[in-house]
Nanobody
Framework: QVQLVESGGGLVQAGESLTLSCGVSGSIFSFNAAGWYRQPPGKQRELVAT???????NFADSVQGRFTISRDNAKNMVYLQMNSLKPDDTAVYYC???????????????WGPGTQVTVSS
């Protein structure tokens, strides 16, 4: 059983930055990758960023060059650094643990409560 708790969200203005944190506890040894998802209001959840066991990262086109994902295995933490935020980044953000099969990321840890990010124009 894995527990995930996201934090760091808030209300910011366009162009500002936020760093989201995800604390992980429980049995994490079966997971070799992590990812951040977001769900904008009225829309489906979408994958934003992933990081594999070797530290290789991937990003959705909409956040490429603005967001950075990182992990601290010693602290069981996953982070999402978000720069140059836009109103379209407004969403609830969720972190997950999972695995890569080929080039596809598959979350399997379940979902935490998420953290709300609101970007005003």
């Amino acid at each position: 059983q894995v527990q995930l708790v996201e934090s760091g969200g808030g209300l910011v203005q366009a162009g500002e930055s936020l760093t989201l944190s995800c604390g992980v506890s429980g049995s994490i040894f079966s997971f070799n990758a992590a990812g951040w998802y977001r769900q904008p209001p009225g829309k489906q959840r979408e994958l934003v960023a992933t990081i594999n066991a070797g530290g290789r990262t991937n990003f959705a086109d909409s956040v490429q060059g603005r967001f950075t994902i990182s992990r601290d295995n010693a602290k069981n933490m996953v982070y999402l650094q978000m720069n140059s935020l836009k109103p379209d980044d407004t969403a609830v953000y969720y972190c997950t643990l999972g695995t890569f099969i080929g080039s596809g990321y598959y979350p399997s840890s379940g979902w935490g409560p998420g953290t709300q990010v609101t970007v005003s124009s």
